[in-house]
């Protein structure tokens, strides 16, 4: 019946993506549509794109339904024994562009949750941004970048004492925080990314706390630290980019 594009099959998937409740609407989408009720499943955003993409129908043992909005392509994917990495990885293949994937749901019931999950990974992908991508990891930008308002003022309050730095200068001490973060807080191997030496890393960072006026080994003002810098990464406007007072 999905093959002969069965119009009441397709309503009732619309209907549960938009987390719409009812008597059986699950059980009856599944019958419709030839999915269990129970099960394991995943929902994936890609925005539509001004050139053709081959939509996959099944691969490697999932199978994948899509929805068309007017600004982006929905898909309900039964994973089988997959992941959400393998559909992250399915997709971005066929270079659909930027796009979110929810994570593993139990059952089309939770379609409506998962749904919102990829929406919420699509945004981590920022202005521009490529790839299909998933929540792992990625939690703390999904938060942010829901949150606009909230995200530029954040960025502002934290970064804010750096707009009167060089705008070198500014870049080079919110650069050095995020390589120390993505090297799990050792100078050691920030200084080997950076190509600098370690005592110079810990210089860099003893400024930007300074002049943020957080302490990097204080949990809390650490969270802000690193919400802040996902505020900037996701949205650089967040940031105002004026210029020191003198030119």
Known sequence: ???????????LLDALLEDETGHDLAALAGTVLGLPERGRYA????????SAWNRPAEAHGMRFLWRSRPDREIAVVALGEAGPAAVAALLSDGDPGPGGVSPV???LSALG???????????????GGGGVVGLDGRVAAALIAGQPALAAYLATDVFGPLLARD?????????????WLEC???????????????????NRLRRLEALTSRSLS???ELVELMLALEAVRLEPSTWPRTEPEGG
């Open 1 to 11: 019946m999905r093959q002969r594009g069965d119009e009441r099959g397709w309503a």
């Open 105 to 107: 749901v139990d059952g």
């Open 218 to 220: 204080r949990p809390r």
């Open 167 to 179: 705008p070198a200068d500014r870049s080079l001490l919110v650069s050095t925080l995020d390589a």
């Open 184 to 202: 799990g807080g050792s100078a050691g191997r920030t200084a080997a990314r950076l190509c600098c030496h370690r005592n110079t890393v810990l």
């Open 113 to 127: 949750a998962a749904r919102k999950l990829a929406d919420a990974a699509l945004l981590t992908c920022g202005p």
């Open 43 to 50: 929902v994936a955003v890609v925005p539509v794109r001004g």
